[in-house]
């Protein structure tokens, strides 16, 4: 079912939302479902604007007036679309993906009482994420890390005009190689293996393990 994006900034829906999440992840605290909720919504969110500016180089407008996601009944996010376009001016991507993540941001943290500063960090692995598949499709994975560190320049200069933006530059986009491929060098943990349906069961890039634990799943992954 569809979504408008604006419901993500609504208190009531995501009081909601939480409780859905709780059906869904077990009776997790509210910091543990509210990151997992994000996690999935952030990088949904951000495709339909990231996508395009790869493949065309004109991005679609993430504001949250101009989105709006496909669901499942249980709240999970599944695709999203955007209805207006922005210049081909990478700034003006970055601070509508700024002034749009840190409307988010805020009104998740408020909800479920996790970190501004660990929701953000979870919207840049997303960037991250995103534009490496997209770079991905067009054969060229290595563009993923110079469109990152210009997307990455332009946020940290629009996140001064926002009033009250935790997120001030850092982290930014990371990347490394695994078994000769390029992978996102994660920041952020989702959370998910402290909720009682998947208890334990870390992400296969999950920061919260030793380096040499993650690449050895990695590389079991993507192959040698």
Known sequence: MELPATSLTDPAWLADDLRRARRLHGPAGPVVLGTI??????SVLVAPTLEPWVHTGVARDPALDAVTFDITDDGRF???YSTRTLGPAPGELAAALVRTIDAVVTAFSRASGASPRALW??????????????????GDADAAKR????LAE???HAAHDVPGCVWNGSPRPRFTTVGGRLVVRRSSCCLVYEAPATLGAKCVSCPRQTPTERERRLRTLLGP
Do not use: V
């Not at 979870?122 to 770079?135: E, F, H, M």
């Open 37 to 42: 909720r994000w996690y999935s919504a952030s």
């Open 78 to 80: 599944l695709d999203a």
């Open 121 to 138: 960090a979870i919207a840049i692995d997303s960037i991250a994420n995103r534009l490496l598949w997209a770079g991905s499709t067009t």
């Open 147 to 150: 469109s990152a560190e210009e």
């Open 154 to 156: 332009h946020m940290a």
